[in-house]
């Protein structure tokens, strides 16, 4: 197993642009990201406030340019999702959605918080007994059989494909969907509809959605919800490191969290000012502080000779 100097979760531009500093500083650095789509960056259509970039860009090309840059100088980049995480030795391990697991002397979290706030009638009755929030983790568990996706963002929309390969048939609820994209014969779009419920006994059986046209069920026995909020993603954390009780990631002003060797930068932090710029500033100090730890140094050295 390959260990590395430093690991970030999440690639937005709080860990993107750690991964830029730990890479310049010589420090051997992987970053995970489920999907650029799937941060609040990524899914923003224009961007016109990045110092820098005049012009008008999405937010999904300023994401990709930062990982670019950062892999000029030696960070790895892996699309994944980290589902769980061990913090307890010096060496810390991060576990992925496909079972593998990385191993990093620091971690910098950086998840931001797209995270969902309310859950639907049955979601959590029916939480691994057919609902999922993964479709790497759960889709073999549902082959050959009838699958229902929901949200709206382009992480929802690959998940959804991805299910295509086990599953009898997808139906993909969603309130926006790319027109443009082509999408294999058992897929089925339900445009402008939103999931309210899902239905089961002991199991999924079904769900209930809402469309313009009025409130129908369909037939399914698994249900894949990607639908996003506004709280820190700290799902994968398990609590192994200090939040407040709006499970903001707390942090001292060097970006330390109650963990040794555990960073945390970003709107994981619930930054009062929620802005692309102060993302990646934190991820900056951040790194900083990650090389400062591991190299038992007293102060911050600067990126900058
Ligand atoms: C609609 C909207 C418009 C905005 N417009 C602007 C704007 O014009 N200008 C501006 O400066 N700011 C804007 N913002 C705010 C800005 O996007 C955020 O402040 C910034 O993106 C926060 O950066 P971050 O890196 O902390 O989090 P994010 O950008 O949210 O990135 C988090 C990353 O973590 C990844 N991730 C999450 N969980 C996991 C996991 N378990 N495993 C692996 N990866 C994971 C996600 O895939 C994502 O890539 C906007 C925000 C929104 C929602």
């Known amino acids: 197993m390959t260990e590395y100097d430093v690991m970030i979760v999440g690639g937005g531009p ?4 750690a991964a830029l500093y730990t890479a310049r ?5 992987i970053v995970f990201d ?3 789509t799937a941060g609040a960056l990524g ?3 224009k961007i016109a406030n990045y110092p820098g970039i005049p012009e008008i860009i999405s937010g999904e090309e300023l994401v990709t340019r930062i990982w670019s840059q950062a892999g000029q100088y030696g960070a790895e980049f892996k699309k994944t999702k980290v589902v769980s995480v061990d913090f307890s ?3 810390k391990t991060v576990f992925t959605a496909e079972g593998e697991s990385f191993r990093a002397r620091a971690v910098i979290l950086a998840t931001g918080a797209m995270g969902r706030s309310s859950v639907l009638p049955g979601e959590e009755q029916f939480l691994g007994r057919g609902v999922s929030y993964c479709a790497t983790c759960d889709g073999a568990f549902f082959k050959g059989k009838e699958v ?3 949200g709206s963002g382009g992480y929802a929309f690959e998940e959804a494909l991805f299910l295509t390969r086990f599953a009898k048939k997808v139906h993909f609820v969603s309130a926006k969907f790319p027109s443009e994209e082509k999408v294999p014969g058992n897929f ?3 445009p402008e509809a939103r999931l309210t419920k899902v239905l089961g006994e002991g199991k999924v059986t079904g769900a209930e959605i809402a469309t313009p046209r009025g409130v129908s069920v369909i037939p399914v026995e698994g249900v894949f919800i990607y639908s996003a909020g506004n709280k820190p993603v700290v799902d994968y954390l398990f609590g192994n490191v200090g939040t407040n009780e709006k ?3 707390l942090v001292d002003k060097e970006y330390r969290t109650n963990m040794p060797g555990v960073f945390a930068c970003g709107d994981v932090l619930c930054n009062d000012v929620q802005q692309a710029v102060v993302a990646a500033g934190q991820g900056c100090i951040a790194a900083l502080s990650a090389d400062k730890y591991l190299r038992g140094r007293k102060s911050y050295v600067k990126d900058y000779k």
């Open 14 to 17: 709080a860990g993107a642009t």
């Open 25 to 29: 500083a010589a420090l051997k650095t």
């Open 34 to 36: 489920k999907s650029v």
């Open 43 to 45: 899914l923003t259509s």
């Open 89 to 91: 030795g010096d060496i």
């Open 148 to 150: 229902l996706v929901y």
């Open 188 to 190: 089925q779009v339900y």
């Open 247 to 249: 499970m903001c990631i």
